[in-house]
Nanobody
């Protein structure tokens, strides 16, 4: 099993900044993409941004120029720097990662894991 643990959410005023962190642990062999999703009240979960193992990134249009994703491959961590936050960024943010892990039987298997979510609230 691969576990993801997020941290860094909280309450911030509009225009402020927050930095989210996510650490993956377990019998990880390799991680392909890591990403951040969010679910706002009354809305579907959406992809905010993702990064490949090679560093290629993509962003949802509304966060381009404000959010930056980065990752530390050696530590199996991914970060989300959020600047110029807006009330519409208020949501629960989830970390996601997929890759290969070694199962309890020693077999390499694919994993696609999610964190528990961290609340980000932006006040106007």
């Amino acid at each position: 099993q691969v576990q993801l643990v997020e941290s860094g959410g909280g309450l911030v005023q509009a225009g402020g900044s927050l930095r989210l962190s996510c650490a993956a642990s377990g019998s990880i062999v390799s991680i392909n993409a890591m990403g951040w999703y969010r679910r706002a009240p009354g809305k579907e979960r959406e992809l905010v941004t993702a990064i490949t193992s090679g560093g290629r990134t993509n962003y949802e249009d509304s966060v381009k120029g404000r959010f930056t994703i980065s990752r530390d491959n050696a530590r199996n961590k991914v970060y989300l720097q959020m600047n110029s936050l807006k009330p519409e960024d208020t949501a629960v943010y989830y970390c996601n990662a997929d890759g290969t892990h070694r199962s309890s039987g020693g077999v390499f298997r694919h994993f696609d894991s999610w964190g528990q979510g961290t609340q980000v609230t932006v006040s106007s």
